[in-house]
């Protein structure tokens, strides 16, 4: 898809006071990322794939201040535009679970995949979320990295207490009528698992925006008999 499609299958949608999200259009699914605003400084949540970071740095980033790249999970719909990223912020740390360094550098396919990455990097992009650096730029952005494993290995929720927002990246996906649906079972690594993070996730944020990768924002307002049957009982098929 050529750069001049961006401009009609791009959304920029203001989600609350400090955070916008970028949705991207493919038809078959949506891909968004966000931008966090932070007492003047900008900080990214998740790249889209290449041509979409350039998008975003051409018509949404110029002459900003890109404190950090902070990563969900390594899926290339999430982590493809970081060569984009850095070509124009170079010092910007790239941050992601350590928990992902064996699947974004190669070394080993995404449980239940046969393959590889597609897009892969050496290690020394990155930044670990758990480490000390990594959680200090976690409080310069005014986020906190929140893990919710089984979509991936190392996969994180990012949460801003300020706007009680939190970015939900794959642990979910909604359909077009906005419910909350699970994630994508196809390229969820342990779908269980994935289910036990959501229902914890909806426990402890009780009435947060949950704003959605593959999908839109959904109000947690569930109560514990009101969570969708899917993700109370994993035996139960989506309605």
């Known amino acids: ?42 900080y990214l949540i998740d790249s889209g794939m290449g041509k979409m970071a350039s998008y975003l740095l051409n018509n949404y980033m110029e002459n900003q201040k890109l404190g950090a790249v902070f990563l969900t999970h390594g899926h290339s719909d999430h982590i493809g535009g970081v ?46 979320l758990e480490s000390e650096s990594g959680q200090q730029l976690q409080k310069d952005a005014g986020i906190e990295a929140v893990f919710t494993p089984g979509h991936s290995p190392g996969h994180h929720c990012f949460y801003h207490a300020e706007d009680d927002v939190l970015i939900a990246g794959d642990l979910f996906t909604t359909n077009g009528a906005g419910q909350l649906k699970p994630p994508m079972k196809q390229y969820t690594a342990d779908l269980p698992l994935a289910l036990k993070s959501g229902r914890t996730i909806l426990e402890k944020y009780p009435k947060s925006l949950l704003s959605i990768c593959h999908g839109t924002e ?18 139960i098929k989506e309605q």
Do not use: D
């Not at 203001?14 to 990322?33: A, D, P, R, T």
């Not at 590889?116 to 992009?125: A, G, I, N, Q, Y």
């Not at 959904?218 to 035996?235: D, I, R």
């Open 83 to 128: 060569v984009t990223l850095k070509q124009s912020f170079p010092n910007a740390p790239v941050l992601i679970s350590q928990l992902e360094f064996p699947y974004i550098s190669g070394e080993k396919p995404y449980p239940k995949r046969k393959k590889t990455e597609k897009k892969v990097f050496p290690l020394s992009t990155f930044l670990s």
């Open 218 to 235: 959904v109000e947690n307002n569930f109560g514990e008999s009101e969570q969708p049957a899917w993700l109370t009982n994993p035996t």
């Open 1 to 42: 898809m050529t750069t001049l499609f961006y401009p009609i299958i791009t959304k920029k949608k203001i989600i609350s006071q400090h955070i916008e999200k970028f949705e991207f259009n493919l038809g078959i699914m949506v891909v968004s990322c966000w931008r966090v605003e932070q007492e003047g400084r900008y």
